[in-house]
């Protein structure tokens, strides 16, 4: 009887929780694969668990801001949720830029969910101006108006970067970078501002980048961090059951869900490429990615030199993080 109580007043709780929105702010069309394949299945579930007390509202396509900006605007409660890619902002945040390392990570399901168990020890002294959520990433490689096998080519090149640390690799490489954000990416390439670009495979096609380049190297070169993060006046002020259900959703198992379905989408892409009329997916042997690897490794040390500055060990955290992907094997 007193379990049958309890859960009773548990649901007249959970009834009469006050009805709140959550303003969820991201930077991709409302069409892209991960709009479709995390972003929409995570607000139907946090409806469902809520009983309907938390309505996700969706502001897609930077309508409330830049893509640079997203950290920012959760911090500010410009939005309640927003989808950063941290590496939009080279050197804001080091730590998390791990997962950003060249040659690093090759499968973005268990890739996401190494990458965010990693995290959640640093997180909160990196990002302590918002509530933490969870981490994920893509997987992607360089496409361009020719085919590009070997990092030699890079010199001279114009390359828009998917983060500050492929923007590192691709300076080293005696390339110059061309830093726009990604629904920026088309008009940059069709402009001859960028030669080329460091991107997922159905995102290419998703963004209209398949109208600017036409070769895609098959190698999986770098990853993308992402991190939704939620503003913490906005959860503070949620009740218990609420909070309950937001923790719920703010979890590994998410990171890893969001991570695969997303990944597994943008793999897809490279099939769809492949037989679209003007497109050739380049052939990368393994003798030429032992050569990239090879040219990526000052990129390494350079990533522990500057998580140092910051007072964190960076060969213990490089070391952590490959025992996460290597338990998951993500790499």
């Given at each position: 009887?007193?379990?049958l ?12 929780d ?25 607000a ?14 969706m ?41 950003e ?34 981490a ?8 361009g108006?020719?085919p ?31 830093q ?14 960028a ?16 109208k ?28 218990a ?41 380049v ?49």
């Amino acid at each position: 009887m007193l379990a049958l109580a309890a859960l009773a007043a548990s649901g007249m709780a959970a009834a009469q929780d006050k009805p709140v929105e959550l303003r969820f702010a991201h930077w991709l069309p409302p069409t892209h694969s991960l709009a479709k394949t995390g972003f929409e299945p995570w607000a139907k579930s946090v409806e469902a668990a809520s009983k309907g007390s938390i309505k996700v509202a969706m502001f897609p396509a930077q309508q409330l801001g830049k893509a640079a900006d997203h950290y920012d605007m959760a911090r500010d409660g410009i939005a309640d949720l927003t989808w950063i890619n941290p590496g939009y902002q080279a050197g804001r945040f080091p730590v998390i830029a791990a997962g950003e390392l060249p040659f690093l990570i090759g499968k973005p399901g268990p890739g996401s969910a190494a990458l965010d168990a990693w995290y959640r020890n640093h997180a909160a002294k990196e990002m302590p101006d918002v509530k933490y959520c969870f981490a994920h990433l893509h997987v992607g490689t360089i496409h361009g108006k020719k085919p590009i096998t070997e990092p030699a080519q890079i010199k001279g090149m114009k390359i828009r970067s998917a983060n500050g640390t492929v923007a590192a690799f691709v300076s080293q490489l005696g390339g110059t970078n061309v830093q726009v954000s990604a629904p920026e990416a088309r008009d940059a390439l069709e402009k001859g501002v960028a030669d080329a670009i460091t991107f997922p495979w159905d995102s290419i096609i998703g963004f209209g980048i398949d109208k600017a380049v036409t070769h895609h190297s098959d190698m999986r070169m770098y990853a993308s961090d992402f991190v939704w993060a939620m503003n913490k006046n906005w959860y503070d002020k949620l009740s218990a059951n609420q909070k309950k259900v937001i923790d719920d959703h703010c979890s590994n198992e998410w990171a890893g869900k969001v991570g695969a379905a997303w990944g597994d989408s943008e793999d897809a892409g490279q099939a769809k490429l492949a037989k679209m009329p003007g497109h050739t997916i380049v052939p990368v042997s393994a003798a030429q990615v032992d050569q990239w690897k090879k040219a990526a490794e000052p990129i390494y040390a350079q990533w522990m030199q500057a998580v140092q500055q910051k007072g964190v060990d960076g060969k213990k955290a490089l070391a952590d993080l490959r025992q996460e992907l290597e338990k998951r094997k993500a790499n």
